[in-house]
T-cell receptor, first 111, second 116 residues
Framework: TQLLEQSPQFLSIQEGENLTVYCNSS?????LQWYRQEPGEGPVLLVT?????EVKKLKRLTFQFGDARKDSSLHITAAQPGDTGLYLC???????????FGKGTRLSVIA | DARVTQTPRHKVTEMGQEVTMRCQPI?????VFWYRQTMMQGLELLAY????????DSGMPKDRFSAEMPDATLATLKIQPSEPRDSAVYFC??????????????FGEGSRLTVL
């Protein structure tokens, strides 16, 4: 069974601070996705990474896929209250297996 | 505006009662997933379908849970009898036939179930 460990579980920071959250596994993934979930809503895809070492930017969010494709990180620059939510990573090790989700990092950005 | 629709949004029931949750996937999507989310376990995969055929339902208790797709526009998740430990938010998600299992999943807003 593939497991995705996310850290930290909870993070509370002030507006304007930078932060990094992590997604780690002992398994190799063919692709890894990051989702954000707001209260009362379903998760929404932010990005998909497929190549080891790949870096993708989405405005103030920077996503990196580890060289060995076992881990990933999400860095947020100058966090804003609108970034508050649950950040989930999800991976699949082939095109025929469904996504496995980590338990998420719950981020709170205080104005 | 294509989206996954789930009903009911909220359900409170008593232990032992039957609960049915419904999902309308995005038109044209051929993969449908049922997930359960709790604080302790996160998002757990219960069952999934491709082209309406069940591929795997090993993630759910067989004796009380059942998942079906009567047609391409409707997926159902039934719990009978329900127990307090089934209290959770149940999500349906669908995926495009062009991206398989590694593509983007589109989630509904979830059905929050409370079993007393």
């Amino acid at each position: 069974t593939q497991l995705l460990e996310q850290s930290p579980q909870f993070l509370s920071i002030q507006e304007g601070e930078n932060l990094t959250v992590y997604c780690n596994s002992s398994s190799v993934f063919s692709s890894l996705q990051w989702y954000r979930q707001e209260p009362g809503e379903g998760p929404v895809l932010l990005v998909t990474v497929v190549t080891g070492g790949e870096v993708k930017k989405l405005k103030r969010l920077t996503f990196q896929f580890g060289d060995a494709r076992k881990d990933s990180s999400l860095h947020i620059t100058a966090a804003q209250p609108g970034d508050t939510g649950l950040y989930l990573c999800a991976g699949s090790n082939s095109g025929n297996t469904p996504l496995v989700f980590g338990k998420g990092t719950r981020l709170s950005v205080i104005a | 505006d294509a989206r996954v629709t789930q009903t009911p949004r909220h359900k409170v029931t008593e232990m032992g009662q039957e609960v049915t949750m419904r999902c309308q996937p995005i038109l044209g999507h051929n993969t449908v997933f049922w997930y359960r989310q709790t604080m302790m376990q996160g998002l757990e995969l219960l069952a999934y379908f491709r082209n309406r055929a069940p591929l795997d339902d090993s993630g759910m208790p067989k004796d009380r849970f059942s998942a079906e797709m009567p047609d391409a526009t409707l997926a159902t998740l039934k719990i009978q009898p329900s127990e307090p430990r089934d209290s959770a938010v149940y999500f349906c998600a669908s995926g495009s036939k062009f991206t398989g299992f590694t593509g983007e999943l589109f989630f509904g807003e979830g059905s929050r179930l409370t079993v007393l």
